[in-house]
Structure formats: C-alpha cells, structure tokens
C-alpha cells in the first residue's frame, strides 16, 4: 500500500461558525482570523494506493462554482486537485475510486466538473463514487440546517452518471469494506459522516475529516456550529480522541493548513497534540 496527502486547495470560514459557543479570545489563540473574522481551512485529500486500487478520500470544493462563491470563501494559494495528484505522479483517469467522507461541498465539489458546454459530468470517468446510503437520502433531502452544504451541482450527477455505489452497513464501525481500510461511522456533523482507519508502515491513521477538523478543534467542547447534533459530537469526539490516544492512533487532519499528522498525549487538560509531522517525512517511500 501506498498513501499520498492530496491538497485540493485552501480556503477561509468564518471563526465563530466553525468554533460555535467556545469564545474567540480562546480559538484564535489556535486558529487567528482575518478582518471578516474568517480562519484558513485546508481542503485536504488522502490517495490510497493498494493493488489495482487507486482510492481518493474526498475531493476538495472543486472549482465550477461563481466568482461570488469562492470570493465568499476566500481561496487562498496555489494548490488544486488535478495538480497535486500530478505531483503524486497520478492523472484523474487513473482513479478507481472516489470516497466520500460526506457529501458537504467543501468534500465532494471536486466530484464534478463542468465540460466546454456547460454540462455536469463525473471528474473521474473511469471511478465509482461511494457514500453512505443513510447520508446520500439525508444529503438529497436535506434539512434547514445544512441545506446551504449539500449543493445538487455537486451531488446529482454522480446518480446519473450510474458510477453511485453505496455503503450500507449502520456500523458504527465497519470492518468489511470494498476498500483496504475500516470505517468508523460518526453522526454528530451530520448523518452518517464516514471516518477512514488505516493502517499504513506499522501505524494506525484515523482520516479525522470533521470530527477534528484543525488542531484547535481538539479540546472536546471545540464544536463546529455547523454540527447538526453537537451533544453527540461531544459523545463522539471523546470516545475517538480516548481510544486514538490509547492505541496510538494518529490523525491525518483534513482542514488543518499547517498541519498534516499529529500524535496525541493524555495531559491534565485532556488529550491535546504532542507533535506533528509532514505525511512525507513521517512515512518512507
């Protein structure tokens, strides 16, 4: 097996949103904010490389939406999806397979792209798309809440396209997958959120998605406002940062720009970061 950090690209979200009830004088110690109070996101995706199976875990925000939206969300830098896959010297043709984490725009945009006439068609044509059934029915009839998260742009045509696979078992772990790691199901963000674990060169990496979405989103009580069931979130994120730091799990951080994998210790406060470490330089070739 072989595994790739793909970064899709940066972006920004508004501080307050992304901590929800915790102060700003607490998370921008962690995660400092623009003059829109907006902090920098990363848009980070994991390519896993195991026999004839070449799997990409997310897929970034894409880039076929209006100039207003992504002013709205300020990109920022210089990476994308397509080029970094280059970097990891692959081609989006070469994909088997494109798992989603959760259909929120900023993990599966860069599903589907627009061609020269304006038409909605799958980014790998050669991939099946995975999602959990229970999370494709609440993303295509979403509610009030996330509604704004789940764009049909990004959604719809992967059902017409016939290249949809679903994922049913109700877990909330899940050993047996098409793929070459387990599944942790989580439902405080939203429905049915599928967390990859994978072992990799003697190591245990937890794909933390939005569970933990920056290194200052570790404290437990550092809930997203955009969570749909923050008490669950609560339940969830103590229960998985315990058992990461018990059997020493590492993190692969989906959101974080400035950090790739982190370690956890156990300190008087509860379970924080020890160190980080780039994905390359932690792992050998």
């Known amino acids: 097996m072989r595994l790739y950090p793909v970064e899709a690209g940066n972006f920004k979200l508004d501080g307050g949103a992304m901590f929800g009830v915790v102060p700003k004088t607490l998370w921008e110690r962690t995660n400092p904010s623009d003059d829109k109070n907006r902090i920098e996101m990363a848009s980070r995706c994991l390519l896993v490389e195991e026999r004839k199976q070449l799997i990409l875990i997310d897929t970034g925000m894409g880039n076929k939406q209006g100039d207003s939206f992504f002013r709205h969300y300020g990109l920022w830098g210089d990476y994308s999806l397509v ?12 994909i ?98 599928m967390l990859p674990l994978i072992e990799y060169q003697g190591e245990k990496i937890l794909y933390a998605a939005d569970l933990v ?43 974080d720009p400035h950090h790739q994998l982190i370690s956890l210790q156990n300190t008087e406060k509860g379970i924080r970061m020890e160190n980080h470490f780039k994905f390359k330089s932690y792992f050998s070739p």
Request: charged share 20%; hydrophobic share 35%; proline share 8%.
């Open 83 to 94: 080029s970094s896959l280059a970097l990891a010297g692959f081609h989006p043709d070469d």
């Open 96 to 193: 088997t397979d494109v798992f989603f984490t959760h259909l929120h725009f900023d993990h599966c945009g860069g599903a589907v792209n627009k061609d020269n006439a304006g038409k909605l068609i799958p980014a790998f044509k050669n991939a099946y798309y995975w999602v959990h059934k229970s999370h494709w029915e609440w993303a295509t009839f979403p509610n009030a809440r996330e509604k704004a998260s789940f764009l049909p742009d990004n959604i719809l045509p992967l059902e017409q396209s016939g290249q949809l696979k679903f994922i049913e078992d109700p877990g909330p772990f899940i050993k047996e997958t098409p793929f070459p790691f387990s599944i942790q199901l989580i439902d405080g963000h939203t429905e049915k959120q």
């Open 213 to 255: 979405p920056t290194v200052g989103h570790i404290p437990i009580p550092y809930i997203m406002g955009y969570d749909t069931r923050p008490l669950l979130t609560l339940k969830e994120k103590e229960q998985i940062l315990r058992n990461s730091f018990e059997k020493e799990v590492l993190l692969f951080l989906q959101h």
